[in-house]
Nanobody, 123 residues
Framework: QVRLVESGGGLVQAGGSLRLSCAAS????????MGWFRQAPGKEREFVAA????????YNSNSVKGRFTISRDNAKNTVYLQMNSLKPEDTAVYSC????????????????WGQGTQVTVSP
């Protein structure tokens, strides 16, 4: 089994920055692709960004591209989400996810999930 543990959430004012981390552990083969998703109250889970082991990246262009940056440190089995110019509409529970295949934007493609970390952006 793969275990994913997120950290780095919190409360920030609009325009501020946060960096989320997700550490993977447990199984011999760490997920090939790691992604970040978010879910605001009353809304469906939304894709944010994902990255393959080899560094191929995809973003939710509509909402975060240009403000958020995903990266990973394969030696540490950790993926990061740097979030800049945060807006109140970015408020959500952010979860990382993993799968043993190429990165996609589809929630149901991911096999492993962290517990989530709350990000709250005040006006």
């Amino acid at each position: 089994q793969v275990r994913l543990v997120e950290s780095g959430g919190g409360l920030v004012q609009a325009g501020g920055s946060l960096r989320l981390s997700c550490a993977a552990s447990g199984r011999t083969f760490i997920p090939y692709a790691m992604g970040w998703f978010r879910q605001a109250p009353g809304k469906e889970r939304e894709f944010v960004a994902a990255i393959d082991w080899g560094g191929r990246i995809i973003y939710n262009s509509n909402s975060v591209k240009g403000r958020f940056t995903i990266s990973r440190d394969n030696a540490k089995n950790t993926v990061y989400l740097q979030m800049n110019s945060l807006k109140p509409e970015d408020t959500a529970v952010y979860s990382c996810a993993g799968r043993h295949d190429a990165a996609t934007m589809t929630v149901n493609d991911y096999n492993y999930w962290g517990q989530g970390t709350q990000v709250t952006v005040s006006p």
